[in-house]
């Protein structure tokens, strides 16, 4: 690893799944235009949720970050956006009125544009061309030029962020959001199941207790008009991150203003390579994602090289090791970091080590599984005396058929009706609410 980082000192390592580009003019001249636009996000509220996430490692609140596996430019629209920020929003009442602790709404979204992928390459028919790295990079139809890594993109897929963050704000900052108005917060699935009911009881107790604590103190909640929501993706495409990393006005070094906070993926945290140099040097809170082939040391020296300082709040450690899996993989992880003593937030992502297909062909997840490992990961980390301090999920507020299970018992056959996804199978309105209520459930419990 290098000693001195600077905002290209990846360039000087292996990058993993990154596009090939065939005119690299094209693709510097975007990235000449891309470093002159304006920031997303600003370097306070990126400070601001570092300190947040540093509540969660001591144990005084906790992150729910979710949102779609791939965003996509046609869904850049008023409808999916509201309502995925009303199911995190939804998710983030059951969890702080049950847990009595503040609860950090991070979503993927406002630039998730960006898959790692298996292969290369896609064959079909006898036809190979690049495969589909999302909508930042190419397009999803089977021909050359739809697959051709379009330096464009990068552009469109900045002002899509920028959109879709401006209606985020204004949606966040009062009217939508004002728990004075529980009407808002109305939930969309049928009437008269389980989770509409506890649902609407936690709204009116909520409502009550807003209005008691108003009338004592004769002051409105001027607090409870607004809510705070931040964005992640995953830091994937580098050239990208680059154009948007700068150097603080206030001099306290290099912040990426694209997003609140980059997670690296599973398949691009090598240590030797250019995703981990590049994080390193920047000072938002960073997530890794954490699959079954980490290994202990791994772990601690991934820790010791993008936190050195051993700061609260700024890495997150997102494991998802599948409900076969977490068993045996967790303890030793969670050991190791222990005893190096470094301060880390540990969050599950319940979803990419469940993924399968069907006979049908849909990739799926079974609800049974998402539920499982999360049970799991709450009890493993209470037997080593650690600390489950979040979740990841991929979900939507729509109505789709994705994942199989839940209380409406969505099967294989019902996928078809609704599979909508890019990428992953998400859960959809109905399985996000439950298992927000479930991991209530078990942060009471606790
Ligand atoms: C993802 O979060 O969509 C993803 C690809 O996850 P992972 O890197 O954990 O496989
Ligand atoms: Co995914």
Not at 174 to 185: I, K, R, T
Request: proline share 4%; hydrophobic share 35%.
């Amino acid at each position: 690893m290098t000693k001195t980082w600077s905002v290209e000192s990846w360039k000087d390592r292996h990058a993993n799944q990154q596009p090939t580009y065939a005119d690299m003019s094209a693709l510097r001249e975007v990235l000449a235009v891309l470093r002159l636009m304006p920031p997303l996000v600003t370097s306070w509220e990126i400070d601001h949720l570092k300190s947040l996430i540093g509540e969660a490692q001591a144990g005084t609140a906790w992150l729910l970050q979710g949102g779609d596996c791939a965003e996509s430019f046609e869904d850049c629209q008023a409808e999916p956006i509201a309502s995925k920020l009303k199911v995190l929003l939804q998710m983030s009442l059951v969890l702080v009125y049950s847990s009595r602790q503040r609860i950090i709404r991070v979503g993927r979204i406002a630039g998730q544009y960006a898959k790692p992928r298996s292969s290369d390459v896609e064959e079909q028919d006898g036809v190979t061309l690049p495969t589909y790295r999302g909508d930042l990079i190419n397009r999803r139809g089977f021909s050359e030029s739809h697959r051709r890594a379009d330096p464009q993109l990068l552009l469109r897929g900045y002002e899509r962020s920028a959109l879709t963050l401006n209606f985020i704000r204004a949606l966040s900052q009062g009217g939508f959001a004002d728990l004075h108005h529980p009407e808002n917060w109305k939930l969309l699935f049928a009437a008269g199941s389980d989770e509409s009911t506890r649902y609407r009881q936690l709204v009116n107790s909520l409502s009550e207790a807003v209005r008691f604590i108003e009338a004592i103190s004769n002051t409105p909640l001027e607090e409870l008009r607004r809510v705070d929501f931040f964005t992640s993706h995953e830091a994937l495409h580098l050239h990208y991150e680059q154009a948007l990393t700068r150097e603080s006005v206030r001099g306290c070094g290099w912040y990426n203003l694209g997003t609140h906070m980059p997670w690296l993926g599973d398949r691009t945290r090598a240590l030797d390579g250019a995703h981990i140099e590049y994080l390193r040097g920047i000072r938002n809170p960073i997530g890794v994602k954490v699959g079954p082939s980490m290994s202990a040391d791994e772990v601690c020296e991934l820790a010791r090289v993008l936190n050195p300082s051993n700061e609260p709040g700024r890495l997150t450690l997102i494991h998802r090791l599948g409900a076969a899996h977490i068993a045996a993989k967790l303890p030793p992880l969670l050991e190791a970091i222990q005893s190096a003593g470094k301060q880390v937030l540990w969050i599950c992502d319940p979803m990419h080590g469940n993924t399968r297909s069907t006979s049908s062909g849909h990739k799926t997840r079974r609800f049974d599984d998402v539920l499982g490992e999360l049970r799991q990961s709450i009890q493993i980390h209470k037997d080593v005396g650690s600390h489950l301090g979040g979740v990841h999920l991929e979900l939507t507020g729509e109505n789709v058929t994705e994942c199989v299970g839940g209380a409406a018992g969505l099967t294989e056959d019902d996928l078809h009706t609704a599979y909508q996804t890019h990428c992953d199978p998400r859960l959809n309105y109905e399985q996000a609410m439950e298992i927000a209520f479930s991991i209530a459930d078990e942060i009471r419990k606790k």
